[in-house]
């Protein structure tokens, strides 16, 4: 029994030395961060600050609303971030719609 965690520690040692080596090491690491740009910004923070003056998640979820897919929900944070006059730049407002996407309204992208 003693001798088995030494044992598991090198073994997961070397597999770690064998991605590195194999030159994986890197790549694992990169796509394991959020380095996307949609993925950088904090969409939740901006719809906490720009969206919940005039309506929460009930807009978004209400029974009659009116996106039918991932391309007019951008194009409707779009238009609500151009009646606010906010100035949320494109990526800003591709992560907003991609986190209203993943939160509510569940479009194939
Ligand atoms: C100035 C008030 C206002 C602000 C601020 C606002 N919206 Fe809206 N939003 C509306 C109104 C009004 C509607 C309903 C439009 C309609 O029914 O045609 C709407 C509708 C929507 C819808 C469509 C809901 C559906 O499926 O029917 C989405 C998505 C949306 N807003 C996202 C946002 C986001 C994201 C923000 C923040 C960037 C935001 N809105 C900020 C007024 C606003």
């Given at each position: 029994?003693?001798?088995?965690?030494?044992?598991?520690?090198?073994?997961?040692?070397?597999?770690?030395?064998?991605?590195?080596?194999?030159?994986?090491g890197?790549?694992?690491?990169?796509?394991?961060?959020?380095?996307?740009?949609?993925?950088?910004?904090?969409?939740?923070?901006?719809?906490?600050?720009?969206?919940?003056?005039?309506?929460?998640?009930?807009?978004?979820t209400?029974?009659?609303?009116?996106?039918?897919?991932?391309?007019?929900?951008?194009?409707?944070?779009?238009?609500?971030?151009?009646?606010?006059d906010?100035?949320?730049?494109?990526?800003?407002?591709?992560?907003?719609?991609?986190?209203?996407?993943?939160?509510?309204?569940?479009?194939?992208?």
């Amino acid at each position: 029994m003693k001798v088995r965690a030494p044992i598991a520690v090198t073994a997961r040692a070397s597999a770690l030395a064998a991605l590195v080596g194999a030159g994986l090491g890197a790549g694992a690491l990169l796509t394991g961060l959020p380095v996307a740009a949609t993925e950088s910004v904090d969409a939740e923070a901006l719809v906490q600050k720009n969206c919940t003056s005039c309506h929460g998640s009930e807009m978004y979820t209400r029974e009659d609303r009116k996106i039918g897919s991932f391309s007019a929900l951008e194009t409707q944070v779009e238009a609500c971030n151009t009646n606010l006059d906010t100035g949320m730049f494109p990526e800003e407002v591709k992560a907003v719609a991609t986190l209203l996407n993943e939160e509510y309204y569940k479009f194939e992208q």
